[in-house]
């Protein structure tokens, strides 16, 4: 009779021909109910197309069914509605960049108008598509361009700032490494040539020693005198080979008198050892001693005579 009567549940219902009617049928399932495009406007002012899809579910039956007059068209307006409100707070960035937060403030604002007085709840919205003017489709490729060349940009000269850091750390350590082992090898030459000088040192301090030790025996003075004259002998020998200009004593002829003054330069300069006289020394046999070459160039040697000439005192009438 037009009345609300009752809610006949699945299954098996009895029903009065002409006085009960089966006025609304109401899917109890989760529906698809698709959002036809439509034009946005976002907060910094570029038009967009966009569409979606939204899922429900009727909760309660009567609601849906007295509550309104068209449930699916209701949730579709009210849909459309709310996500051109929604958008217009984001701008068109944040749109890309925040689609789900997006598509829960949609889904909130619709289940606040319509679960209580519809019996309508609204499970999730799903944007499928937005579109954008094409100048600003161009614009956006442009700035993605940009974008790229600039981090291309920026990784490129991170890359030569790093390139040129290590460089530089590498000479850095390979100078550190040539100056230590620079420093390592002078230290080592250093210590060698330490160790010579204290080897030739000793050496020379041993030999001293045994020269020291020779002349303290018996007949030592007398071979050292032997010594000292020959050398004396053979330096005259060798004056006349370096230069042309010499200056010898006038006697240069009296070998005995040459070896009388080698011996007194080395009793001058050993004072404690026992006086030895040319007399004690047997000068022919020193004679024959002298190489041949000095008694064969001497007459090649110029020679002059001084009366003044002593040989305690080469400098006195040279």
């Known amino acids: 009779m037009g009345k609300f009567y009752k809610i006949l549940n699945p299954g098996l219902n009895i029903q009065i021909p002409y006085i009960d009617k089966i006025k609304y049928v109401q899917v109890l399932k989760e529906q698809a109910i698709k959002i036809p495009e439509q034009s946005?406007?976002?907060?910094?002012?570029?038009?967009?197309?966009?569409?979606?899809?939204l899922y429900v579910r009727v909760d309660d039956p009567y609601k849906a069914s007295y509550g309104v007059e068209d449930p699916e068209y209701?949730?579709?307006?009210?849909?459309?509605?709310?996500?051109?409100?929604?958008i217009g707070k984001l701008s068109l960035d944040s749109i890309f960049h925040e689609r789900e937060i997006l598509n829960i403030s949609i889904v909130k604002a619709i289940n606040a108008a319509s679960e209580?007085?519809?019996?309508?709840?609204?499970?999730?919205?799903?944007?499928?598509?937005?579109?954008?003017?094409?100048?600003v489709q161009e614009a956006m490729q442009m700035q993605v361009e940009a974008e790229r060349k600039k981090r291309a940009s920026i990784l490129e000269s991170e890359g030569s700032k790093e390139s040129a850091i290590n460089v530089a750390v590498g000479r850095r350590q390979s100078q550190?490494?040539?100056?230590?082992?620079?420093?390592?090898?002078?230290?080592?030459?250093?210590?060698?040539?330490?160790?010579?000088?204290?080897?030739?040192?000793?050496?020379?301090?041993?030999?001293?020693?045994?020269?020291?030790?020779?002349?303290?025996?018996?007949?030592?003075?007398?071979?050292?005198?032997?010594?000292?004259?020959?050398?004396?002998?053979?330096?005259?020998g060798n004056l006349a080979k370096e230069g042309n200009t010499i200056l010898l004593p006038t006697n240069t002829g009296d070998v005995s008198n040459m070896v009388a003054q080698a011996m007194?330069?080395?009793?001058?300069?050993?004072?404690?050892?026992?006086?030895?006289?040319?007399?004690?020394?047997?000068?022919?046999?020193?004679?024959q001693e002298v190489p041949e070459e000095v008694i064969e160039e001497e007459d090649d040697i110029d020679t002059f005579e001084n009366d003044n000439f002593d040989p305690q005192d080469p400098e006195k009438g040279s």
């Open 74 to 86: 209701a949730v579709t307006q009210l849909a459309q509605t709310t996500m051109r409100s929604e």
């Open 116 to 135: 209580e007085p519809w019996g309508i709840h609204c499970l999730r919205y799903e944007i499928r598509d937005i579109q954008v003017p094409k100048r």
């Open 264 to 287: 007194s330069i080395y009793n001058n300069l050993n004072p404690k050892q026992k006086q030895i006289t040319p007399e004690e020394i047997n000068a022919e046999e020193m004679i």
């Open 176 to 236: 550190i490494l040539a100056s230590e082992s620079e420093k390592i090898e002078k230290i080592n030459k250093a210590e060698g040539e330490a160790k010579a000088i204290l080897a030739t040192a000793q050496a020379k301090a041993d030999a001293i020693a045994v020269v020291a030790n020779a002349l303290s025996k018996k007949h030592g003075g007398n071979a050292a005198s032997l010594t000292v004259a020959e050398q004396y002998v053979n330096a005259f």
């Open 40 to 53: 946005a406007v976002t907060k910094d002012n570029v038009g967009l197309h966009i569409d979606g899809v």
